[in-house]
């Protein structure tokens, strides 16, 4: 409990940090889009600002996903961060979506005498936003690894997204100040691209957790190395393994001598499920069956 708690309040003060800095980085973008007549920075601090939604999301899905076993939810409530995740992915796509809308429509006008050169404020804006989201994305990153959250995850790649849109807006601003004013608006279209791709891949890693995948390949051999390492066990007939939200539930088979006493089977079991359960933090519960040797 004392863990959950722990990995609780990490996530918030990473989260508290999110919303600061994308709600100073979202009205900087948008000053410097409308003073220096860029709607790539335009669209870039629309991204910024829907980070901020999307970080609330992670709150909100984190303080229910934490919430203890009750009588309706005897497994926990983890799977509600996925709930979260896939409501940022959503919010991911329609803000995608509608970025990409004016500048597509723009482009597709053929009329391009009305459209302003961005001013250098853009470029700064761009530089600056560059700089500040990859920073955000490692911490945030950091801090999701350690408590293994796949909302605050998603939250850190909504970063990297905000960080690589912005330097589509830089490289379109600076094409249209060297006399390619569309570039701006195509500029708009391909952080359209980036959100969606950051949307699906959310969607895809939240999707998963959902439907009971296993662990990925290298957490299931390294709970075979750990349970061969117990002194008793003489073969490991099964590992199933499932994900549940940030968690995962382990169920292993094992075979011992078949003439030892029932105890003694007992206890060779008990020490493959604390094993597990010590070596990897995220496995939430291990079930051990054990079947006779001979």
Not at 116 to 144: C, D, H, N, Q
Not at 161 to 184: K, T
């Amino acid at each position: 409990m004392d863990n959950e708690k722990t990995d609780k309040q990490i996530a918030m003060r990473i989260s508290a940090v999110s919303i600061i800095w994308n709600l100073v980085l979202s009205l900087a973008k948008a000053l410097a889009g409308i003073f220096a007549h860029s709607s790539a920075m335009i669209s870039d601090a629309v991204h910024s600002a829907s980070d901020v939604f999307s970080t609330i999301i992670v709150i909100i899905g984190i303080n229910i996903s934490s919430k203890q076993s009750d009588d309706k939810h005897p497994y926990g409530h983890e799977r509600f961060e996925c709930v979260a995740s896939i409501i940022l992915a959503d919010v991911l796509l329609i803000t995608g979506v509608g970025i990409g809308y004016s500048g597509i429509k723009t482009i597709i006008s053929g009329d391009y005498s009305h459209i302003t050169i961005p001013g250098i404020l853009a470029i700064i804006a761009a530089i600056v936003s560059i700089i500040v989201k990859e920073l955000m994305f490692w911490y945030t990153r950091s801090g999701a690894k350690k408590i293994n959250s796949g909302s605050l995850m998603a939250d850190a790649w909504h970063h990297r997204s905000d960080a690589l849109s912005s330097v589509g807006a830089l490289i379109g601003i600076a094409f249209a100040r060297l006399g390619f004013p569309i570039m701006d608006s195509v500029a708009s279209v391909v952080i359209c691209i980036f959100v969606m791709i950051a949307a699906f891949d959310i969607f895809k890693d939240a999707f998963g957790k959902m439907v009971d995948s296993s662990c990925d390949e290298e957490t299931i051999n390294a709970i075979h190395a750990s349970i061969e390492k117990q002194e008793g066990v003489l073969r490991i007939d099964s590992i199933l393994t499932r994900q549940f939200g940030n968690k995962a539930y382990v169920d292993v088979e094992i075979a011992v001598d078949g003439d030892i006493s029932l105890t003694k089977a007992h206890d060779i079991a008990e020490a493959v499920h604390d094993s597990i359960e010590k070596d990897f933090p995220e496995v939430k519960h291990c079930m051990v069956h054990v079947n006779p040797y001979y």
